[in-house]
């Protein structure tokens, strides 16, 4: 059931579940009159699609590794040429609860060549239709990526570095009538957050998030990150000293 007018045809990447899964759900009831979207869990992103589509909304899944340039890359080329994209989201990502030297590579792969591998043909797409009037990259990000954590130091690197790279974009693509925001969740249910057996304060439902999200969206924020008061303690912990931070950061337990 629509709130109101459907304009948008939207791409979400790791739409198979948490905060992927809930701004597909969010935008189907919404805005959206196309939903593309991605996972790599056949099961769980055949429901995202069965769920959106009951909301009323035109739904293409596709099963796909986001580390794969040439398929994502083609995958994007193919659903612009079916409807042209309005707003491009570069969900997927990965964490563990303990880095490996292959896990470290996984979670790089994923988080940050996966949202290149998103994002890049989608600027390409951008520039070559300038009749839309609706041009939106999202980028999911995380509240680790504010600093360095020693419980999930490739997660929190990788974050940091789409954050960076949106946060420049944004400017970069402004004139061209490209809008680039970044998203900064805190603890969000997801299937990354279920591995997690630390304490997680602000925790939040997926749905409330993409409602956030979407809204935040919706305005051209630039950064769009939450809860408020997780925010704030990240980003004063972000410009303390480092021997302050350090001593603090030592303090919080691991995540298993």
Not at 3 to 30: E, M, P
Not at 184 to 209: K, L, Y
Not at 217 to 235: C, D, H, Q, V, Y
Request: proline fraction near 5%; aromatic fraction near 8%; charge should be positive.
């Amino acid at each position: 059931m629509a709130t109101s007018k459907r304009t948008l045809s939207v791409l979400i990447t790791g739409a198979s579940s948490g905060i992927g899964a809930a701004l597909a759900q969010q935008y189907a009831k919404t805005t959206a009159h196309t939903l593309f979207i991605c996972g790599r869990n056949a099961e769980r992103l055949q429901e995202t699609a069965r769920l959106c589509e009951q909301l009323g909304c035109k739904v293409y899944s596709q099963i796909l590794d986001v580390t794969d340039h040439q398929a994502t890359q083609s995958w994007i080329e193919q659903s612009h040429r079916q409807t042209p994209l309005n707003l491009v989201i570069a969900n997927a990502g990965t964490g563990t609860i303990h880095d490996t030297v292959d896990s470290i590579y996984q979670t790089f792969d994923t988080n940050l060549y996966g949202v290149l591998n998103t994002i890049l043909p989608s600027i390409e797409l951008y520039r070559q239709a300038p009749h839309e009037d609706t041009k939106q990259i999202a980028i999911i990000s995380s509240m680790a990526g504010y600093h360095g954590l020693s419980t999930c130091p490739a997660y929190s690197a990788s974050k940091a570095a789409v954050k960076a790279y949106g946060e420049a974009l944004r400017v970069k693509l402004k004139s061209e009538g490209i809008k680039v925001s970044v998203i900064c969740p805190g603890f969000v249910r997801s299937r990354i957050t279920d591995q997690n057996t630390c304490p997680m304060p602000f925790f939040m439902e997926a749905p409330a998030a993409a409602k956030i999200i979407a809204e935040g969206l919706e305005k051209n924020k630039g950064i769009i990150s939450f809860p408020a008061p997780m925010r704030f303690a990240t980003w004063l912990m972000s410009i303390l000293p480092n021997c302050i931070s350090d001593f603090i950061y030592a303090q919080l337990p691991d995540k298993a």
